[in-house]
């Protein structure tokens, strides 16, 4: 069996820059790379509603968001199969059956889990959907065989989860499930990128995105309200990197032959952090540098955006394909779950002769 990557978001809103140096732009790479066998990206609506049940417009709605932030940032449907997760039903089943091979002290002990609790102040009011959302998330996983997994290292916890149901399963009923990998992100300043505010996560509801769907004039004005050194009062003031969002941002984004193009007073990024660092470098010149090394990145994505909003009956066709496809990779998989589970009763000839015989001889 080849190669195979399974990885998502959830439609909770408009993709930001975070989502892209932290696994958009991973996954095209990915994608053109021709190591992959097949490509399986999910847009996880069934997840994002076990904490927005009371908002399923909210989710609708974002579909079509997510949708085009994929495609106008380079993911190729005749490459990777997008799809909707809520269409696809053996994914639910699948859950179902895996909850038999977790216990709620396990999910309790999740790092990830825990973490996302205090983040939404759930306490002790947690919807359930959202407290076993591990396990459906390795039913994600599972169902089509992923063997690679993309993500940040705050998902880590998750893979494992995965990893441990797959070898439950695995020893229980015997061999059918796949054990992923996790796939991280190979910049590390790409693993968290922080909000503009210097956050340490952007956040739609905190107004800290540059989403990639911004003008450039939104852009720009984000950029050069971004949060730097307190302390960096006067440009002779020596100036603090280590916390500074806009350097952050640059490790993420900028390249020596930016440089050239956009500040020739310096040939790399680690000349410019030595000048900020002794004094001398204004915060001003430094956002002018981002803002055009952004502009440079988001330009094509934004143009590629509003040619694609021409025609959105043709993105849900593209969403209908895909789905279509991974429900029937999602098929496979749970048929051969179920007939290791001893629960075919209706294809298991065997059974039925076998049953036949004990009652009529």
């Known amino acids: 069996m080849g190669k195979i990557i399974l990885t998502g978001d959830r439609p909770t809103g408009r993709l930001h820059v975070g989502h892209y140096v932290g696994s958009l732009k991973r996954r095209v790479e990915l994608q053109n790379s021709g190591e ?7 847009i996880a609506d069934a997840q994002a509603l076990t904490d927005n049940a009371d908002n399923p417009e909210k989710v609708r709605q974002n ?45 309790q002990r999740n790092p990830t889990v825990k973490s ?6 759930f306490e002790a009011s947690i919807p359930v959907g959202f407290f076993t959302y591990p396990i459906s998330q390795a039913a994600d996983i599972t169902a089509f065989k992923a063997t690679t997994v993309p993500v940040g290292d705050d998902q880590l916890p998750m893979i494992e989860q995965t990893r441990e149901i797959v070898r439950k399963f695995n020893t229980v009923y015997g061999e059918a499930l796949v054990e992923p990998e996790a796939l991280l992100p190979d910049n ?5 990128l922080p909000g503009t505010d210097g956050k340490a996560k952007m956040s739609k509801s905190l107004g800290n995105c540059i989403y990639l769907s911004d ?15 307190p302390n960096h009062i006067q440009v002779s003031d020596p100036g603090q990197i280590e916390g500074n ?28 952090k030595d000048h ?18 952004m502009q440079e990145e988001l330009e094509p994505i934004r143009n590629r955006r509003k040619e694609l909003e021409k025609d959105i009956p043709a993105i849900y066709e593209i969403l209908k394909k895909g789905t279509e496809t991974a429900r ?29 015989r004990k009652y009529n001889n």
Do not use: W
């Not at 590390?188 to 968290?192: E, G, I, N, P, T």
């Open 36 to 42: 992959f066998e097949k490509i399986f990206i999910m």
């Open 63 to 107: 579909i079509i968001e997510v949708a085009l932030d994929y495609l106008s940032c380079g993911l190729d449907p005749s490459k990777s199969n997008i799809l909707i997760q809520s269409q696809i039903s053996e994914l639910c089943e699948l859950s179902f059956y895996y909850m038999n091979l977790v216990t709620v002290s396990r999910l």
């Open 116 to 121: 996302e609790i205090q983040m939404r102040n």
């Open 188 to 192: 590390k300043a790409c693993m968290r």
């Open 215 to 229: 003008s450039a004039d939104d852009v720009k004005k984000k950029v050069m309200s971004m949060y730097t050194d």
């Open 245 to 272: 969002s806009v350097f952050t941002y640059l490790d993420a984004f900028c390249k020596d032959e930016h440089f050239e193009r956009y500040c020739p007073d310096y040939s790399c990024l680690q000349e410019m």
């Open 276 to 293: 900020y660092s002794r004094g001398g470098l204004g915060d001003v010149k430094v956002k002018k540098f981002l803002n055009n090394v």
């Open 328 to 356: 029937e990779e999602a098929a496979k998989t749970l048929a051969e779950v179920k007939q290791n589970m001893k629960i075919n009763y209706f294809d298991d000839v065997d059974l039925i002769n076998e049953q036949s």
